[in-house]
Protein backbone atom coordinates (compact mmCIF):
# COMPACT_ATOMS: atom_id res chain seq x y z
CA UNK A 1 0.00 0.00 0.00
CA UNK A 2 1.27 3.50 -1.37
CA UNK A 3 1.24 6.22 1.46
CA UNK A 4 2.84 9.71 1.32
CA UNK A 5 4.11 12.12 4.21
CA UNK A 6 4.20 15.87 3.48
CA UNK A 7 5.69 17.57 6.31
CA UNK A 8 7.26 21.79 5.77
CA UNK A 9 4.03 23.70 5.41
CA UNK A 10 3.90 26.66 7.47
CA UNK A 11 3.18 30.44 7.98
CA UNK A 12 5.69 32.81 6.68
CA UNK A 13 5.71 36.35 5.51
CA UNK A 14 5.95 37.25 2.19
CA UNK A 15 9.13 37.28 0.88
CA UNK A 16 10.31 34.30 2.96
CA UNK A 17 10.93 30.59 2.24
CA UNK A 18 9.90 27.09 3.21
CA UNK A 19 11.03 23.18 2.44
CA UNK A 20 8.17 20.91 1.85
CA UNK A 21 9.18 16.94 2.39
CA UNK A 22 7.19 14.25 1.17
CA UNK A 23 7.82 10.46 2.52
CA UNK A 24 6.63 7.77 0.44
CA UNK A 25 6.35 4.35 1.74
CA UNK A 26 5.51 1.40 -0.41
CA UNK A 27 6.69 3.42 -3.59
CA UNK A 28 10.03 3.51 -5.47
CA UNK A 29 11.04 7.26 -5.24
CA UNK A 30 14.02 6.74 -8.01
CA UNK A 31 12.12 5.34 -11.15
CA UNK A 32 8.52 6.72 -10.63
CA UNK A 33 7.57 10.42 -11.28
CA UNK A 34 6.40 12.29 -8.05
CA UNK A 35 5.02 15.89 -7.87
CA UNK A 36 3.54 18.55 -5.71
CA UNK A 37 0.02 20.13 -6.31
CA UNK A 38 -1.66 22.88 -4.40
CA UNK A 39 -5.36 23.97 -4.18
CA UNK A 40 -7.18 26.66 -2.77
CA UNK A 41 -10.58 26.32 -0.91
CA UNK A 42 -13.44 26.90 -3.77
CA UNK A 43 -10.93 26.06 -6.87
CA UNK A 44 -9.79 23.50 -8.42
CA UNK A 45 -5.89 21.77 -7.13
CA UNK A 46 -3.39 22.54 -9.74
CA UNK A 47 -0.10 21.00 -9.95
CA UNK A 48 3.09 23.12 -9.13
CA UNK A 49 5.86 20.99 -10.01
CA UNK A 50 6.91 17.63 -11.44
CA UNK A 51 10.11 15.54 -11.28
CA UNK A 52 10.24 12.43 -13.90
CA UNK A 53 12.00 9.22 -12.83
CA UNK A 54 15.16 10.44 -14.63
CA UNK A 55 15.08 13.30 -12.40
CA UNK A 56 13.54 16.08 -14.99
CA UNK A 57 12.12 18.73 -13.32
CA UNK A 58 8.75 20.82 -14.83
CA UNK A 59 7.25 23.97 -13.02
CA UNK A 60 3.78 25.73 -13.64
CA UNK A 61 4.61 28.94 -14.81
CA UNK A 62 3.52 30.29 -11.73
CA UNK A 63 6.32 29.13 -10.19
CA UNK A 64 8.98 29.40 -12.12
CA UNK A 65 12.17 30.46 -10.80
CA UNK A 66 10.59 30.64 -7.51
CA UNK A 67 10.46 27.03 -6.48
CA UNK A 68 12.78 24.03 -6.44
CA UNK A 69 11.64 20.32 -7.05
CA UNK A 70 14.12 17.75 -5.92
CA UNK A 71 14.95 14.10 -4.53
CA UNK A 72 16.81 12.26 -2.50
CA UNK A 73 17.29 8.95 -3.45
CA UNK A 74 18.94 7.67 0.00
CA UNK A 75 16.51 9.29 2.35
CA UNK A 76 13.69 8.34 -0.21
CA UNK A 77 12.31 11.87 0.04
CA UNK A 78 11.13 14.49 -2.34
CA UNK A 79 11.18 18.31 -1.54
CA UNK A 80 9.38 21.20 -2.85
CA UNK A 81 11.55 24.32 -2.16
CA UNK A 82 9.68 27.65 -1.94
CA UNK A 83 11.42 30.92 -2.12
CA UNK A 84 9.62 34.26 -2.97
CA UNK A 85 6.81 33.12 -1.41
CA UNK A 86 3.65 35.71 -2.34
CA UNK A 87 -0.02 35.53 -0.55
CA UNK A 88 -1.01 34.23 -3.64
CA UNK A 89 0.70 31.02 -2.85
CA UNK A 90 -1.02 30.34 0.24
CA UNK A 91 -2.40 26.68 -0.30
CA UNK A 92 -2.81 23.55 0.84
CA UNK A 93 0.12 21.67 -0.39
CA UNK A 94 -0.03 17.96 -1.80
CA UNK A 95 2.29 15.16 -2.96
CA UNK A 96 0.91 13.03 -5.31
CA UNK A 97 2.79 9.60 -6.84
CA UNK A 98 2.39 7.14 -9.76
CA UNK A 99 3.85 4.25 -11.17
CA UNK A 100 5.37 5.74 -14.04
CA UNK A 101 8.44 7.25 -15.48
CA UNK A 102 6.49 10.50 -16.87
CA UNK A 103 4.85 13.47 -15.33
CA UNK A 104 2.47 13.25 -18.36
CA UNK A 105 -0.54 12.72 -18.32
CA UNK A 106 -0.96 14.40 -15.28
CA UNK A 107 -3.05 11.90 -13.86
CA UNK A 108 -1.82 10.90 -9.97
CA UNK A 109 -3.12 7.95 -7.92
CA UNK A 110 -1.55 8.15 -4.92
CA UNK A 111 -2.26 11.05 -2.76
CA UNK A 112 -0.49 12.43 0.66
CA UNK A 113 -3.11 14.29 3.11
CA UNK A 114 -1.69 17.87 2.34
CA UNK A 115 0.76 20.73 4.62
CA UNK A 116 -0.57 24.03 4.54
CA UNK A 117 1.33 27.03 3.69
CA UNK A 118 0.12 30.83 4.37
CA UNK A 119 2.05 33.37 3.52
CA UNK A 120 1.00 36.78 5.31
CA UNK A 121 1.75 40.32 3.30
Known amino acids: QVQLAESGGDTVQSGGSLRLSCVPS????????MAWFRQVPGQERERVAC???????TYADFVKGRFTISRDNAKKTLYLQMDSLNPEDTAMYYC???????????????WGQGTRVTVSA
Open 26 to 33: GFDITTNS
Open 96 to 110: AAKESLWCDPPHYPF
Open 51 to 57: LDGVERA
